[in-house]
């Protein structure tokens, strides 16, 4: 297939060299080109609308609803071509309202769209592991589901457009909040002088250790020991842009988050304190070694 990724940060890089390696055709475009140009084999579009002309399929994974807005609607945005017959499948973490309103318009130029945001990393990017939420018509899901399934161990189709916004979300408000109650474990835990590579196979193995752990845990255990929690993955900016939209969602629906608030204000402090480019892995051994004796 003629397959076009907007947005080549981590995940879209990751995503379009899984892609590559399956043999389809790539082009690629982002914001600032030089990351474009750094998936090698793609083809680098000087323009949203010059990549939506080359393509039968455009996959977007964006950092929020303004870079959407500008990618889809800028004056050389993916909107502003002939889509007639498009597929757009649109996996930035945002609002359902964002998804819906650029559906609607999508449509109404003649295009397929669905919403489908995935849940994991880089690693399971590349090896086509990650976790698919899909909203939209049955239809354009079943068009959509053969190249999903090249990227997703699993695709759920949750409902109408925008409905996999709502389980992204969902989906990662335990595990974010839970990097918070990890470092506050860990700091009733610092006592005890246990080894870091054990007290993280403890914690894997209750009925508190979320999955994340199997594969996170080496990577805490060596920042508990001062070492190199290897490559960041998803960073603690990042972490506050998906509890903020969390929230902002919630007070739509008429609720609120009050332990997701809580962390976001630990996570704006860790942040404040210069590691909102650090990797998530960070946060809970940061609060373990703040404490005082």
């Known amino acids: 297939m003629k397959i076009g990724v907007v947005g080549i940060g981590k995940m879209g890089a990751a995503i379009a060299t899984r892609l590559l390696g399956l043999g389809h055709e790539v082009v690629v475009w982002n914001r600032s080109a030089e990351k474009a140009k750094a998936v090698s084999g793609a083809k680098v579009a000087a323009t949203p609308r010059e990549l939506a002309g080359d393509v039968e399929t455009i996959i977007s994974i964006l950092t929020n609803a303004a870079a959407i807005d500008a990618a889809y609607e800028g ?7 002939d889509i007639q017959g498009k597929l757009f499948i649109e996996m930035s973490t945002v609002r359902p309202q964002t998804e819906k309103q650029l559906a609607a ?33 049955a239809d354009d899901v079943a068009r959509a589901r053969p190249l999903l399934e090249q990227m997703c161990r699993r695709v759920e189709h949750v409902g109408p457009v925008g409905s996999g916004a709502s389980m992204k979300l969902a989906i990662n408000l335990p595990l974010l909040v839970y990097w918070q109650a990890l470092g506050e474990a860990l700091l009733l835990c610092k006592p005890l002088g246990l080894d870091p590579a054990r007290l993280m196979n403890i914690f894997a193995d209750t009925s508190g ?5 199997k594969v996170r845990g080496p990577s805490i ?15 603690v900016d990042s972490i506050r842009k998906d509890l903020q939209t969390m929230i902002e ?3 739509g629906l008429g609720g609120t988050l009050p332990v997701t608030a809580r962390a976001l204000e630990c ?10 480019k650090s990797d998530a892995a960070v946060l809970p051994v940061r609060w373990s070694a703040a404490a005082k004796r």
């Open 75 to 81: 004056a050389d945005g993916l909107l502003k071509g």
């Open 105 to 137: 318009k999508a449509r109404a130029l003649g295009a397929a769209f669905i919403d489908c945001p995935v849940g994991g990393t880089v690693g399971p990017a590349r090896e086509g592991k990650l976790l698919g939420f899909v909203g939209g018509d």
């Open 209 to 213: 250790g979320p999955n994340v752990l």
């Open 221 to 235: 255990a060596a920042a508990l020991n001062g070492g190199d929690s290897g490559p960041v993955t998803f960073d």
């Open 249 to 251: 969602e919630a007070q």
């Open 267 to 276: 996570f704006d402090q860790a942040s404040r304190d210069g590691l909102g």
